[in-house]
């Protein structure tokens, strides 16, 4: 078993697990993130995040979410690194153009940017909920939660550079997720070419709702207000 984790194999299948796992936290995020829009009041989106930091078993998935991230992360560096050694030989300077795509080709800086971003969003909603403790709090139905909506919306409506940081890093993502939706598929074995065309229509479509999907939020902010 340990010869497996510590192969090249291993750290593959270990991050497309990561990665897949990485994407359903996505979807849930993200139908949550849409709340923004629905209710101009804040209610919506102030139950729905507070449902996300007290359900027992998000509690639970949070921990692990941030340590598979991270390993994700360390793996994907290492596994870089071990392809630039192996390609120190330049072997008549092969046009990889052609049998790769932009986004396989830079999968490692994709995620360099995502990561920038997130640290960005971290510091701006995560550190100010979770360790400064300088969110109002609010009522409803005799519940008490954050005012997460006055922290975020006030975020998007103020500062447009933030807005187009929020849409890069959404595009950003969307490009990745285009190569690494497939990929940790076929890592795990569905690598036919049947499954592998099916699999990369359905990365496309799922990497297009993502990146659709929370650059719509800034937007709706700069339109609107």
């Keep these: 078993m340990s010869k497996l984790i510590s192969s090249s ?10 990665g897949l796992f990485l994407m359903m936290f996505l979807m849930v995020h993200l ?5 923004l829009i629905f209710d101009d009041t804040g209610e919506l989106f102030n139950i729905g995040a507070n449902f996300m930091v007290t359900n027992p078993i998000i509690k639970i998935v949070e921990p692990l979410l941030a340590v598979g991230f991270l390993l994700h992360m360390i793996y994907a560096s290492f596994l870089t690194l071990t392809n630039m050694k192996a390609r120190q030989v330049n072997y008549k300077r092969f046009n990889q153009t052609k049998s790769s795509s932009w986004a396989s080709r830079n999968m490692y800086v994709l995620g360099a940017l995502i990561l920038t971003f997130l640290v960005l969003h971290i510091m701006n909603f995560y550190w100010k909920i979770k360790v400064d403790h300088s969110v109002a709090m609010v009522h ?25 940081l929020y849409i890069a890093g959404a595009v950003f993502l969307g490009i990745h997720l285009t190569h690494g939706f497939w990929s940790a598929f076929q890592t795990i074995g569905w690598s036919s070419d049947i499954w592998r065309k099916r699999i990369e229509v359905v990365g496309k479509i799922f990497a297009f709702i993502i990146a659709a999907g929370f650059s719509i939020i800034p937007l709706y902010f700069i339109i609107k207000f």
């Excluded at 409803?140 to 187009?164: P, R, W």
């Design 140 to 164: 409803y139905n005799g519940i008490e939660m954050h005012d997460t909506y006055s922290l975020v919306a006030g975020l998007f409506k103020s500062c447009l550079i933030y807005n187009l």
């Design 31 to 35: 139908t949550i993130n849409l709340l």
């Design 9 to 18: 194999i291993g750290k593959k299948l270990f991050m497309s697990v990561t």
